[in-house]
Nanobody, 116 residues
Framework: QVHLVESGGGLVQPGGSLRLSCAASGSFFSINTMAWYRQAPGKQRELVATITKEGSTNYAVSVKGRFTISRDNAKNRMYLQMSSLKYEDTAVYSC??????????WGQGTQVTVSS
């Protein structure tokens, strides 16, 4: 069982930056792909970015060039550096982990609010 905990959310002004963290703990097989998702009020959850164990990354078009996903495999942590934040980035951000047995795990989410 994997326990994922996100942190780093908060209130930020447009154009500002935040760094989200996702910490994995518990008893689990090797984690392969990790990802950040977000869900804004009244909208469907959307994929923000993914990163493989080898470090290959992919981003949603809406965040490409502004967000950077990274991970520390030794510490079982993943990060999302968010810059040039926009009002439309306001959402609950959740991390996802998929282990080597294809088990999918989710964190509870952290709120990011972009507002002046």
């Amino acid at each position: 069982q994997v326990h994922l905990v996100e942190s780093g959310g908060g209130l930020v002004q447009p154009g500002g930056s935040l760094r989200l963290s996702c910490a994995a703990s518990g008893s689990f097989f090797s984690i392969n792909t990790m990802a950040w998702y977000r869900q804004a009020p009244g909208k469907q959850r959307e994929l923000v970015a993914t990163i493989t164990k080898e470090g290959s990354t992919n981003y949603a078009v809406s965040v490409k060039g502004r967000f950077t996903i990274s991970r520390d495999n030794a510490k079982n942590r993943m990060y999302l550096q968010m810059s040039s934040l926009k009002y439309e980035d306001t959402a609950v951000y959740s991390c996802q982990a998929i282990d080597s047995r294809s088990h999918v795990y989710w964190g509870q989410g952290t709120q990011v609010t972009v507002s002046s």
